[in-house]
């Protein structure tokens, strides 16, 4: 009964029912029979012991023409990640931008296959054009560098001093102030001692306020520095003005032009030392048209008549 025999890795049939004598490969049993081998049936027989290798699989593409081609898939496996790179918008909302991205040369370049949107960084972002609404304030000033300073509206309708004078603020540098809309009176001394280094002085109150406290505006020892403009604007809603309203120490005398326009048509009551007279010889007080005549016959204003004039149209 045939069988076969193996020589290295060949696979030949074997006749003859004698045990196999090892031989050298190539070389053959002399006797005809048993292990001589009669036919090849393979070559590279696994049966033999052959393990055929691993092949590798190669892919060459055209990354430039200018440049030699380089492959792809080679031995060297490919490498694949995934990274935030950038920022994609999802409406107003910021992203991550994730890209999927993979490098033939163990990791020195990367090339993006995909991108998607990924994790969520900030929701109404201005990155993703978004507007914050106005909100509304209840107080605001600029102090010397352009640094700001705000007081939002609350539950209260009267400014305070606690909320014109914040902690960390040289207050004496102050150069504009705006009162906001949700005010409707102001507390004593809530201006007072303001800006002794500026070259003018802007300060806007709106029609909201009804009553102005005592000392509002008031420069107390410090005094205005010499040449110094100074501008009040006062809206129509006040009524009542409390005691050294504007005044300055040691002498207002000494600043620049002083312009107080109140756009009330009644003339609002003045509380003592309002004004003083002998230190407000630079003021100029504007107000409306038809109540030109009303202010400067007014108790407190009527010091000033020869300074009283109608707002410029």
């Given amino acids: 009964m045939a069988n076969t025999s193996y020589y290295l890795y060949q696979k030949y049939e074997q ?37 055929p290798p691993v092949t590798a699989i190669y892919r060459w593409v055209n990354i430039d023409i200018t440049k030699d081609y380089v492959c792809d898939e080679c031995p060297i ?55 914050p609404p106005v909100i509304a304030q209840k107080f605001r000033a600029t102090y010397s560098g352009g640094k700001t300073y705000s007081a939002a509206c609350d539950s209260s309708t009267e400014l305070t001093s606690g909320e014109t004078k914040p902690v960390g603020y040289e207050y004496s540098a ?41 000392g509002v505006f008031c420069s107390g020892q410090k005094g205005i520095e010499r040449g110094t403009d100074i ?3 006062i809206g129509s809603g006040v009524t009542s003005i409390g005691t050294h309203f504007l005044q300055n120490h040691p002498g207002w005398d000494e600043a620049g032009s002083t312009k107080l326009t109140i756009t009330a048509t009644t003339p609002p009551t003045l509380g ?34 020869d300074r009283i004039q109608a707002i410029p149209t």
């Fill in 15 to 51: 006749r003859g029912g004698q045990a196999p004598i090892p031989v050298y490969p190539n070389v053959y049993s002399i006797d005809g029979e048993g292990t001589m081998p009669r036919v090849k049936k393979m070559d590279n027989d696994p049966s033999c012991g052959y393990v």
């Fill in 174 to 214: 102050m150069a504009s102030a705006v009162i906001g809309d949700c005010v409707t009176s102001i507390g004593n001394y809530v201006l007072s001692n303001f800006s002794d280094s500026f070259s003018s002085i802007i300060i806007t109150v709106p029609d909201s306020v009804t009553t102005i406290g005592n």
């Fill in 272 to 305: 003592q030392y309002a004004m003083y007279p002998n230190k407000m010889s630079t003021i100029d007080i504007f107000v409306p048209a038809n109540s030109v005549s009303a202010y400067k016959s007014a108790s407190g204003w009527s010091e000033f008549a």
């Fill in 77 to 131: 496996a490919p490498q694949y990640r995934t990274i935030s790179t950038a920022y994609t918008c999802v409406g107003y909302d910021k992203h991550y931008l994730d890209e999927y991205q993979v490098s033939y040369d163990s990791g020195v370049t990367w090339t993006t296959l995909s991108s998607s949107t990924g994790s969520l960084i900030e929701t109404d972002s201005e990155f993703c054009g978004y507007v």
């Fill in 231 to 233: 501008e009040v604007y």
